[in-house]
């Protein structure tokens, strides 16, 4: 799947927030968490805030500032909205102990966090609509719920998890990406991080083998995503999608995605699951030059951190890149993995078990398949801002 904490470039972030109505309400945080699911989803509210001139530029400054490759500028947001919330008067009076807490909705501590839950919602809901496409859904049909971003201190996840009628995989959290454990054990009916105020869980992808070695499916199954329950339909169209924003899309996803424009108007973005044993077969056959080259996609925020522990900086790196020649020479390693497999880099650079290195420049990108006993390593060279994978191999761990 992809990584939460690095934003996603999709139209559906920025819409999912669009699509909301400002409204104002008197209602506290746990009156809110009362109202339906569908409510919440199409509405912008937040906790005793009746100013709908507030929520709408709650809402006009979230859309603005989410940067989908860089998480965009909260900064901003906050003075922004401080500013308006004084202009409008609304702040408690210095003398009530309000001013400045959580209950003063131009605190910095109540901007924030209005900022971080509603952002991270609207890319929660781009990210599930990509997950539950049937490609995708095919070669990862499951995901395990794990610790992201550290805390002082931790909610008591595993009987969270098991209260909400969970299984445990070797003491793991895991579960069908369809099954609806995921809305069970969070607080806000949705089936996508986060889970609580504050949380930092996130998900990780299980890849196919892995699944139906743990009995999570059947060979040959294929899942059905049914309804998208995060609210509207699973499309891959995606209305008055911009210049740079398609732009934006290919720089994520490189060459397994690729975007057209309807003769209305719209746009659309396709996933193409099978584009790099494509590309490597083309390789193999020579119908390719030496220097031709496949985008990977774009570090994820957890390739960067596993790569910084093993010595590995991906801040200037905006590609892991695939050049044909390297792809002929990799299939001469006695541990290559076929043709067909070839399909998986892309998810094991962006969620690697870890990352180890090699030489002074050279990386393997490690993922521990459990379902075949095996390391399956993507041979990165990271130099110069560049990543370039070298061989994709398969070794018995």
């Known amino acids: 799947m992809l990584d939460l904490t690095q934003p996603q470039p999709l139209e559906k972030a920025v819409a999912s927030l669009d699509r909301r109505t400002p409204v104002g309400t008197a209602l506290g945080s746990a009156a809110l968490r009362e109202l339906p699911v569908e409510i919440r989803q199409k509405a912008q509210f937040s906790a005793q805030v009746e100013s709908v001139r507030m929520m709408e530029g709650i809402q006009r400054d979230l859309g603005k500032s989410i940067n989908l490759l860089r998480g965009g500028d909260r900064a901003t947001f906050v003075a922004n909205m401080q500013k308006l919330a004084t202009e409008l008067g609304i702040r408690p009076p210095e003398w009530d102990g309000k001013r400045g807490t959580i209950q003063d909705i131009a605190s910095q501590r109540r901007l924030e966090l209005i900022y971080d839950v509603q952002t991270k919602f609207a890319l929660g809901d781009s990210q599930r609509r990509m997950d539950l496409d049937p490609d995708v859904l095919q070669a990862a049909p499951a995901q395990e719920l794990t610790r992201v971003e550290p805390r002082q201190e931790h909610r008591p996840w595993s009987q969270i998890w098991r209260d909400a009628g969970g299984q445990f995989y070797g003491g793991r959290m895991i579960a069908l990406k369809t099954d609806d454990i995921w809305t069970r054990?969070?607080?806000?009916?949705?089936?996508?991080?986060?889970?609580?105020?504050?949380?930092?869980?996130g998900l990780r992808d299980v890849l196919r083998a892995e699944a139906i070695r743990l009995g999570l499916i059947e060979k040959g199954q294929r899942l059905d995503p049914g309804s998208d329950s995060s609210g509207g339909e699973m499309d891959a169209s995606l209305t008055g999608v911009s210049e740079?924003?398609?732009d934006n899309v290919q720089a994520y996803f490189g060459d397994t995605a690729t975007t057209s424009r309807n003769p209305d108007g719209t746009a659309r973005i396709y996933s193409q699951p099978r584009a790099v044993s494509h590309f490597a077969e083309q390789a193999l056959e020579a119908a390719l030059g030496e220097r031709d080259t496949f985008r990977l996609g774009a570090p994820t925020k957890r390739a960067a951190q596993a790569a910084q522990g093993?010595?590995?900086?991906l801040a200037q790196v905006k590609q892991f890149e695939l050049q044909a020649g390297t792809a002929r020479r990799a299939f001469d390693h006695r541990e290559a993995a076929e043709v067909k497999q070839w399909d998986e880099l892309p998810l094991i650079l962006r969620n690697p078990t870890r990352v180890e290195r090699v030489a002074e420049?050279?990386?393997?990108?490690?993922?521990?398949?459990?379902a075949t006993g095996e390391e399956k390593r993507a041979r990165v060279r990271v130099t110069g801002g560049r990543a370039r994978v070298e061989a994709f191999l398969r070794r018995a761990r």
């Open 244 to 246: 740079p924003l398609k």
């Open 310 to 313: 093993a010595g590995a900086d």
């Open 185 to 201: 054990i969070s607080d806000f009916g949705l089936p996508y991080p986060p889970f609580k105020f504050g949380s930092g869980m």
């Open 361 to 370: 420049t050279l990386f393997d990108f490690v993922y521990d398949d459990a």
